[in-house]
């Protein structure tokens, strides 16, 4: 080693030091983080065993309490974020109340604001909890997560909800106060008669469009608070985040609403027995914003429904776009595939589509395209 040392160059041994001293803190730091995910590991099996031998004596409890008055006391407060399948799924409590015997109720807010003043925050409080002829009850309507453990009550209640992708849920939301859905086709809407696409929105920088739109979901979970609702408030995120943890027994996704309605019927059968089975058979045949889909192989009324409204959608364009001078060729053919191709084939997907439809549907599609690029035929 010594004859290394006198044969070596002092800038070599000095960067062989250094490389030694690197390779040692890379393998201490392995070492750290083996030794972290040994004691996560470890964290993670104990609060498992802890989790097991809570839920073993609440089963015992249960089984040996047959009256199981806290079960019919319970109420569940489901405070539905807009445009997330709230309706859908609300729908399935109201199919279920009679058979399961429960209530469901609205919740009502003042101009439809989900935010109470502190004297209706008391008055709803003192309602839910004291109004036994409506127990058990299942309350819902969109307003913000209410703590009330503030208003000195003993029991809690039970809180559900449904998140969605933030941008699927704002671009639902836009169409939604321009058209409205099935479930009040008669309602007219705040925007009803605005024709402006979402992505024309976007690029003309609307305010039904803004970015901060896609914020909402936070407030419904972070509460009643001022700053909940200050957009982009990171105090609102962290509040919102250990309120979704804490407080609500289950938060479901709407992309995967079935899996939160199998599990709400496991942790809630007094309420929710039958809700799987009747879900998947409402959605043999579903309605949502204007599109039927169906399990059944027979499309033909809403392949005749598309077309209805397609060409409803290509006729109201025909002054304002189609036969505008200063509008070009190339622009009017986004426009056509922006509104009306899509139109045309809603809920394509959950078709089973036989010749005579794709006939149809083509024929369409053609005859909007002679008469935007005025071909005769």
């Not at 809180?159 to 479930?183: K, Q, W």
């Not at 992505?199 to 609307?206: I, L, N, R, T």
């Not at 059944?296 to 364009?317: Q, Y």
């Amino acid at each position: 080693m010594g004859l290394l040392r006198i044969m070596m160059p002092h800038k070599f041994q000095l960067l062989a030091v250094m490389a030694f001293g690197v390779a040692m803190l890379c393998i201490e730091n392995q070492i750290q983080k083996l030794e972290e995910s040994r004691a996560k590991l470890e964290r993670t099996m104990a609060r498992h065993e802890v989790r097991e031998v809570e839920q073993r004596q609440t089963r015992d409890s249960l089984r040996d309490s047959p009256a199981l008055p806290e079960i019919e006391d319970l109420i569940i407060i489901y405070n539905r974020v807009p445009k997330t399948a709230s309706t859908s799924f609300t729908n399935i409590a109201y199919d279920l109340c009679g058979k399961n015997r429960f209530h469901v109720l609205h919740i009502n807010t003042t101009k439809n604001n989900p935010v109470m003043s502190l004297q209706d925050q008391m008055r709803f409080v003192r309602n839910v909890t004291s109004w036994r002829e409506m127990k058990p009850g299942f309350y819902h309507g969109h307003v913000a997560y209410l703590d009330f453990t503030k208003f000195g009550v003993k029991g809690k209640p039970v809180y559900i909800n449904i998140v969605r992708d933030p941008i699927e849920r704002l671009v639902s939301y836009y169409y939604f106060l321009r058209f409205g859905d099935d479930y009040r086709p008669g309602l007219r809407r705040r925007k009803q008669g605005d024709k402006k696409t979402f992505d024309e929105c976007v690029s003309s920088g609307g305010s039904d469009c803004a970015p901060e739109k896609l914020w909402l979901q936070i407030p419904f979970f972070c509460g009643h608070y001022s700053e909940c609702w200050n957009v982009g408030s990171r105090w609102a995120l962290e509040q919102a985040k250990y309120n979704l943890v804490n407080e609500y027994l289950l938060v479901g996704v709407t992309e995967e609403l079935e899996d939160f309605i199998m599990m709400l019927e496991a942790a809630l059968p007094r309420f929710f027995r039958g809700a799987t089975e009747l879900y998947r058979t409402a959605v043999d045949r579903f309605t949502y914003l204007g599109s039927t889909l169906s399990r059944a192989v027979h499309i033909d009324d809403e392949v005749n429904i598309r077309i209805v409204k397609a060409s409803a959608a290509f006729g109201r364009l025909r002054d304002s776009v189609w036969e505008r001078t200063g509008i070009k060729q190339e622009t009017k053919l986004k426009v056509y595939r922006a509104v009306v191709l899509p139109t045309l084939l809603y809920g394509c997907e959950a078709w089973t589509v036989y010749q005579r439809h794709a006939k149809k549907l083509n024929h369409i599609h053609l005859s909007c395209l002679r008469k935007l690029l005025r071909i005769k035929w």
